[in-house]
């Protein structure tokens, strides 16, 4: 172990100290008025029996992808379902139209050209974006071993900061980032950043709760 | 099997081997080129635009967003996302003709598969068109105007009166092996592009996004 000449115990523990100090302020400064979550473990129940409650839900939703070198937004919107267990479609109608629809393992995805059918199964990368997607809506994330996740909370949200573990999925993502309401635990925000800089965010509006969602609307 | 039917047989596969090795470039004619058509025509590339875009290879089909965006340095980038907004690749296009790989996924970090969207992309950017003209060709109608590439020709192809862009092409000395065709009234920033192979089964299909 090396030893600075001249430097003392209490000055170890000074810059021990400004060290942790730095390491708080990122976290502050990366998540302006956020501040951690102490009680993990009540946070995790309190999120998975809130979440269960969940049963449908019906959104708008706008997204942004930013290119940061490129300086460039191109925004989408569309609507959004979630039927439990295991049901998600996803409409974008503006500026292009594209369906995805995963309903169990299966999944289709609908484009201006062709209709593709996927069963989820069979390909590694589709059975972790539709477990992703699935536990992000079902309140189960924070039990996936894919991610680490770090939690923070202000007066209305939480923050759930989640960092990939598998190699697959640390090429697509540095990390993502979820804003739940603290008034009923649905999602308000998907903020997913990229290892290059970039950024997707999908904002939810005008979302309704265990309405009555056809089965149809998942329909393959 | 009969001595005629074999001779038959002889005849038809020399006949077959003759039509497949011909030059689809044979019966073209030099002419002088026209260097007011040049400046006139000349592929400049496509100016900053979004289009949903499509890929068919071999059977596999995939969908997306693809960014042409013009830099400050003139150089162009290329960048292909998924309509979620995941970022496929991202090509950087120099002034100078040098080419750079920002970032590309697992999936598609193949020299084929680079090699293959280079070209295409250079080709729909007119970067083979941005060195002296001097040799153009009359064929079935249409005048080629053409620049050697290393092992290839690149063409853009126009009407005789020189009053329309027909297409862009790569070529081999024998045959085309890519088109690129636009559509729209501004060919700096077309409505649709498609990229069509021909040595191979590969499309790629562009449409504009209106924001």
Redesign the interface.
């Known amino acids: 172990m090396f030893k600075t000449p001249g430097k003392s115990a209490s000055q170890y523990i000074g810059i021990a100290i400004i060290g942790l100090l730095c390491i708080s302020a990122t976290a502050f400064a990366q998540y302006p008025g956020y501040k951690s979550v102490s009680d993990l473990a009540a946070f995790k129940k309190q999120f998975a029996t809130e979440s269960a409650k969940v049963q449908s839900i019906t959104s708008d939703f706008v997204?942004n992808?930013e290119?940061l070198?490129?300086t460039?937004t191109?925004?989408?919107s569309g609507k959004f379902w979630f039927k439990r267990s295991n049901r998600v479609r996803?409409d974008?109608t503006k500026?292009?139209t594209?369906r995805?629809v995963m309903n169990g393992d299966k999944m289709l995805?609908k484009?201006?050209?062709?209709e593709?059918r996927i069963n989820v199964k069979s390909n590694k990368l589709f059975q972790q974006v539709n477990k992703i997607m699935i536990d992000c809506v079902q309140g189960t994330i924070l039990d996936s071993k894919d991610f680490t996740t770090r939690i923070f909370e202000n007066d209305k949200s939480y923050l759930l900061e989640m960092t990939p573990v598998a190699k697959t999925l640390k090429?697509?993502f540095q990390t993502i980032v979820l804003t739940v309401e603290k008034k009923d635990y649905s999602v308000r925000s998907i903020d997913?950043n990229?290892p290059?800089g970039?950024k997707?965010t999908i904002t939810f509006s005008n979302k309704v709760l265990n309405a009555q969602v056809a089965d149809e609307v998942f329909a393959l | 099997m009969h001595k005629w039917q074999m001779k038959y047989l002889h005849y038809s596969l020399a006949l077959l081997l003759l039509v497949g090795c011909a030059s689809e470039y044979k019966s073209r004619k030099p002419v002088t080129p026209d260097q007011a058509c040049i400046e006139k025509i000349r592929p400049t590339g496509v100016n900053t635009s979004w289009y949903t875009t499509y890929i068919d290879v071999i059977g596999r089909h995939i969908s997306g967003l693809l960014l042409i965006k013009q830099m400050p340095d003139s150089s162009r980038r290329v960048v292909f996302t998924n309509e979620a907004g995941v970022t496929f690749l991202d090509f950087q296009f120099n002034t100078d003709g040098s080419f750079q790989v920002k970032q590309v996924i697992k999936q598609l970090n193949k020299k084929a598969v680079i090699q293959t969207l280079r070209k295409d992309f250079e080709l729909m950017l007119g970067i083979p068109f941005r060195q002296s003209i001097t040799e153009a060709w009359l064929q079935d109608g249409e005048v080629y105007y053409g620049v050697p590439q290393k092992k290839e020709t690149a063409y853009f192809i126009t009407t005789p009166d020189c009053a329309s862009l027909r297409r862009m092409e790569l070529g081999s000395s024998r045959k085309k092996k890519v088109t690129v065709a636009l559509w729209g009234n501004d060919l700096s920033a077309p409505d649709s592009i498609q990229v069509k192979h021909y040595t191979f089964n590969m499309v790629i299909g562009l449409k504009k996004i209106e924001r």
Do not use: G, H, R, W
């Open positions: 997204q992808k290119l070198a490129l460039e191109i925004t989408s996803i974008y500026p292009f594209y995805m995805v484009d201006d050209q062709k593709n090429e697509f997913m990229e290059a970039d997707t």
